[in-house]
Structures are given as C-alpha cells and as structure tokens.
C-alpha cells in the first residue's frame, strides 16, 4: 500500500519561509516521478513542482526562483523548501507520486498531475 504523509505547513508572514515534507511508504521511491501541488479555496488544483526518477526538478513559475523540491531517497522523503513566502501562495499543499506515469515535469503554468498516489495535503497560510 503506497502512502504519503505531508507535514510542516504552517501559518508564516509575508517573506518568511517554510519546508514542508512527505514521508513515503509501501515503497521504495527512488525511481519515482514525485510532485507538489496546491489548492486554494475556490480555485482549482495546481502544479507547484516536480521530481522526476532521475531527480530533475522543474517548477511552475509562478514559484521558480522561490521554491525548491528535493528528495532524499535513503528516507523515501520528499521535500519542498518555501522561500519568500507571498499570501497568494495560501493553499492546502499535496504531494503526489507514481512509478512510471507518461510524463513528470512543470512548464509554464502547468504541472503534470495525472500521478496516482496523493497524500491528504497540509496547509500553508502566507499573511500580508
């Protein structure tokens, strides 16, 4: 049974930072595809950042420059450092894995997310 457990969200002001992190179990994920994503209320789902099996990371831009994924694959743990924090970046945070989906990366606006495995999220508050 595949399972992501994300922590480390929090509430933070305008600049600061925060990492948040998925502790994944059921499997050895060194050779998945992982990613980030978030929600807002009332606003659909986005990609934030992907990790693909051979750790290329590559980033929606409204967060290239900020934000940055990494995995430590010896701890199956996924992680996402958060810096300048802006209150648009307010959302429930997911992070999603799959072993060998068609693609895993961002452009643009855009993440991949067609990824089967998906944790129940943690929320990040960014006040102005």
């Known amino acids: 049974q595949v399972q992501l457990v994300e922590s480390g969200g929090g509430s933070v002001q305008s600049g600061g930072s925060l990492t948040l992190s998925c502790a994944a179990s059921?499997?050895?994920?060194?050779?998945?595809?992982m990613g980030w994503f978030r929600q807002a209320p009332g606003k659909e789902r986005e990609g934030v950042a992907a990790?693909?099996?051979?750790?290329?990371?590559t980033y929606a831009d409204s967060v290239k420059g900020r934000f940055t994924i990494s995995r430590d694959n010896a701890k199956n743990t996924l992680y996402l450092q958060m810096n300048s924090l802006k209150p648009e970046d307010t959302a429930m945070y997911y992070c999603?894995?799959?072993?060998?989906?068609?693609?895993?990366?961002?452009?643009?606006?855009?993440?991949?997310?067609?990824?089967?495995?998906w944790g129940q999220g943690t929320q990040v508050t960014v006040s102005s």
């Open positions: 999603a894995a799959d072993l060998s989906p068609p693609t895993c990366y961002c452009s643009g606006s855009w993440c991949y997310d067609g990824l089967n495995y």
């Open positions: 059921g499997h050895t994920y060194s050779t998945y595809c």
């Open positions: 990790s693909d099996s051979d750790g290329v990371a």
